[in-house]
Structure formats: C-alpha cells, structure tokens
C-alpha cells in the first residue's frame, strides 16, 4: 500500500491567494483527519470524516477554511482567502474499520508558506 | 472530555541512557492510548497503543510503556537511547466510546547526546 498521499508537499504563495490541498487516504480506510501543525499551537485537528462526511469541524479556525470529501478516495482543504498566519505543516491521515485498532496513518505533510 | 499533558517540552539524554517521556491523560470513560513518533519533515507515525489489553505495552525501535489508571499516566521508555531516536513524541488518548477522534498532546521532542 503506498499509504497517505498528500500534494503538494510544499507551497509557497502569496496573501490573499487561494489554496488548495489533496489527500488520498489508505484504501479501505473510512476515517480521514485533516490536521494542522505549528511550532506555537503544537498539533491540531481541524476536521475529520467518517464515510466521507463531516462529523466534527470544530477546529477548523474560521469560514476561510473549508474541507470536502467527495468521495472514499479524496479529500481536500481549501484556504480562501490565504493569510500568513496560515502557515503550517498540514497533515491528512487516515484510520481504518477496526474500532478497536483505530490507529491512525499520517501522510508526509504538505507545508504550506503564505508571504 | 479528554486531555493530555506531557512533562517536558524538550528532552535530553545521552546515547545509551534510559529514555523516559512523561504523559498524563485525563479521560471520562476508559481510554485507548498512544505513542507516536515524528522524525525530522515526516509525517507521525505509531511506537504503540495501549487498548485494555496487557497494562505493560511494547512497541517498534525497543520501546514500551506502562498504563497506570490510579496515576492516569502513560509513560513512554526506553532502556538504552540510540541516536535514531532523536525525534519528536506525542501521547494521544481516544475515547472507546468516540473511537475516531484522537487528542494528542504538545509533544516532547527528544535529544540524544553522543
């Protein structure tokens, strides 16, 4: 299995721009994470999903964070408009059937840059 | 509603040493627990789980940790520290009753002095 995917793995870009990161969880997998990683806040999770719905958004920061998940397959986290406070490793990870084993499975991360 | 602490940002220790990370979890019903490491630009990855099987849980690399209900702790160990160990490690608890979400704490990153 080639585990989570993430894209990119870096990007830079500039104030006010949008943004868009992807997420392909481990196949079979029905829990998705999105989570966002700074020196200062530490880890923090900002929406998950269970069988591609929503099921608690609450860390997402504020309405220019959004997530989607249309399919078993995909997901992704858009910023709109980006702001430099935004910067931040962000990690998708995925977890699977298992309710007892329900560990989690981390991509490599997509660090994201707002100047 | 559950939380964790972890004693100490920042640990260090010398190559060959006892390793000794320090979690406690605050939870209302039985937790699952666990260990995660992060290596330099990776993205985390599990060291072991603790889900009310054996108290006494061994995982990857020759670490293991203790789960302590009367402490509400979770200590992550290791007997001899290796250089490769150098990384960061975050405690994390779940609910059974609310398996999916999974609450990590701060994190301690880990030195190892040659």
């Known amino acids: 299995d080639a585990g989570v995917i993430q894209s990119p793995r870096h990007e830079v870009t500039e104030m006010g721009q949008e943004v868009t990161l992807r997420c392909k969880p481990i196949?079979?997998?029905?829990?998705l994470f999105w989570y966002r990683q700074t020196m200062m806040r530490g880890l923090e999770l900002l929406i998950y999903f269970n069988n591609n719905v929503p099921i608690d958004d609450s860390g997402m920061p504020e309405d220019r964070f959004s997530a989607k998940m249309p399919n078993a397959s995909f997901s992704t986290l858009k910023i709109q408009p980006s702001e430099p406070r935004d910067s931040a490793v962000y990690f998708c990870?995925?977890?699977?059937?298992?309710?007892?084993?329900?560990?989690?499975?981390f991509g490599p991360g997509t660090r994201l840059t707002v100047l | 509603a559950q939380s964790v602490t972890q004693l100490g940002s920042h640990v260090s220790v010398s190559e060959g040493a006892l390793v000794l990370l320090r979690c406690n979890y605050s939870s209302s019903v039985p937790p699952y627990l666990f260990w995660y490491v992060q290596y330099p630009n990776q993205g985390l990855q599990l060291l072991l789980k603790?889900?009310?099987?054996?108290?006494l849980v061994k995982g990857i690399n020759g670490f293991e940790a203790e789960f302590k209900k009367s402490e509400t702790s979770f200590h992550l160990t290791k007997p001899s520290a290796h250089m490769s160990d150098a990384a960061e490690y975050f405690c994390a608890v779940s609910e059974k009753t609310s398996y999916d979400k999974v609450i990590f704490g701060p994190g301690t990153s880990l030195s190892v002095i040659p």
């Open positions: 990870a995925s977890s699977g059937r298992d309710r007892v084993n329900n560990e989690q499975f």
């Open positions: 196949s079979g997998h029905n829990s």
């Open positions: 603790y889900t009310s099987a054996a108290t």
